[in-house]
């Protein structure tokens, strides 16, 4: 049997994993706080006909040997967590993260991290995610709030209706990793912790390393159409080229079958 065949069919089904990151990609174009992700790939094991360097029998050295790669395999899915744009949305419970850092929030027992800042208030008052996943710590607004203020580091204000009373005071905290490409992702905007990733490391806004927070501003996806679009091209004309090797490959062995002595 050809080699070629299994070759070319692990190049289709690398190439077939490219185009659905890139597929994932621009489908969350619009996602808040999205991240997109970048697909690895590396080579298989070759088989060797001759090693480099081995011994001649006139007592020289091979300076290069006969290696055939058996094809690829996908390595990894890693999420490029570049910056991504800003819109400003008027929204006073709209936050966004400038640098580095993520926020924390409690679903059921867990907790999980998102750079969406698209917050609003639960039936209690507290800061909570769309979903109803609170904000850590959680910050709870009384019923008489008009307004409030998030200062860049991370200080929230809650004002009454009397001359601008204050009438809370509250920290925002950031959280950061060792590795956040090593986070999972469950879905929702949402990060869950790994061995990977490492223990999280928690933080005041614009101190030790850690990105400021703006109000009425939201971070959208990192995603460029652009960049996709072009991956997808390459990743397809691949596709395409990997398939014409199988093809060719199966050809030569028909060719093979059809020999008559």
Same mark, same amino acid.
């Given at each position: 049997?050809?080699?070629?065949?299994?070759?070319?069919?692990?190049?289709?089904?690398?190439?077939?994993?490219?185009?659905?990151?890139?597929?994932?990609?621009?489908? &969350? !174009?619009?996602?808040?706080?999205?991240?997109?992700?970048r697909?690895?790939?590396?080579?298989?094991?070759?088989?060797?006909?001759?090693?480099?360097?081995?011994?001649?029998?006139?007592?020289g050295? !091979?300076?290069?040997?006969?290696?055939?790669?058996?094809?690829?395999?996908?390595?990894?899915?890693?999420?490029?967590?570049?910056?991504?744009?800003?819109?400003?949305?008027?929204n006073?419970?709209?936050?966004?993260?400038?640098?580095?850092?993520?926020?924390?929030?409690?679903?059921?027992?867990?907790?999980? +991290?998102?750079?969406?800042?698209?917050?609003?208030?639960?039936?209690e008052g +507290?800061?909570?995610?769309?979903?109803?996943?609170?904000?850590?710590?959680?910050?709870s607004?009384?019923?008489?709030t008009?307004?409030?203020?998030?200062?860049?580091d991370?200080?929230?204000?809650a004002?009454?209706?009397?001359?601008?009373?204050?009438?809370?005071?509250?920290d925002?905290?950031? +959280?950061?990793? @060792?590795?956040?490409?090593?986070? +999972?992702?469950?879905?929702?905007?949402?990060l869950?912790?790994?061995?990977?990733?490492?223990?999280?490391?928690?933080?005041?806004?614009?101190?030790?390393?850690?990105?400021?927070?703006?109000?009425?501003?939201?971070?959208?996806?990192?995603?460029s159409? !652009?960049?996709?679009?072009?991956? @997808?091209? !390459?990743?397809?004309?691949?596709?395409?080229a990997?398939?014409?090797?199988?093809?060719?490959?199966?050809?030569?062995?028909? @060719?093979? &079958?059809?020999?008559?002595?």
């Amino acid at each position: 049997m050809l080699r070629g065949l299994w070759t070319a069919a692990t190049g289709m089904i690398s190439q077939q994993l490219t185009i659905d990151v890139c597929a994932n990609n621009l489908s &969350n !174009v619009s996602t808040t706080g999205f991240k997109k992700s970048r697909s690895n790939f590396q080579d298989l094991m070759y088989q060797t006909a001759q090693t480099p360097g081995a011994t001649t029998s006139n007592g020289g050295t !091979v300076p290069v040997g006969i290696q055939c790669g058996m094809g690829s395999r996908p390595s990894s899915t890693q999420k490029i967590y570049s910056q991504g744009d800003y819109e400003s949305t008027g929204n006073e419970l709209d936050f966004a993260i400038e640098g580095k850092g993520f926020f924390k929030v409690l679903r059921g027992d867990e907790e999980l +991290y998102t750079r969406a800042g698209n917050f609003t208030l639960d039936s209690e008052g +507290y800061i909570c995610t769309s979903s109803g996943d609170r904000l850590q710590p959680e910050i709870s607004l009384p019923e008489e709030t008009t307004s409030i203020s998030l200062q860049a580091d991370g200080t929230l204000t809650a004002f009454g209706d009397s001359g601008g009373e204050e009438l809370i005071t509250s920290d925002v905290l950031l +959280y950061s990793f @060792m590795n956040p490409a090593g986070l +999972y992702s469950v879905g929702g905007n949402l990060l869950r912790v790994t061995e990977a990733s490492g223990e999280e490391i928690e933080g005041t806004p614009g101190s030790d390393g850690f990105g400021t927070v703006a109000n009425q501003m939201l971070e959208m996806s990192n995603v460029s159409v !652009v960049e996709e679009m072009v991956a @997808m091209i !390459v990743g397809q004309r691949a596709y395409e080229a990997t398939s014409k090797a199988l093809q060719t490959a199966d050809s030569m062995l028909q @060719m093979a &079958n059809n020999v008559k002595r």
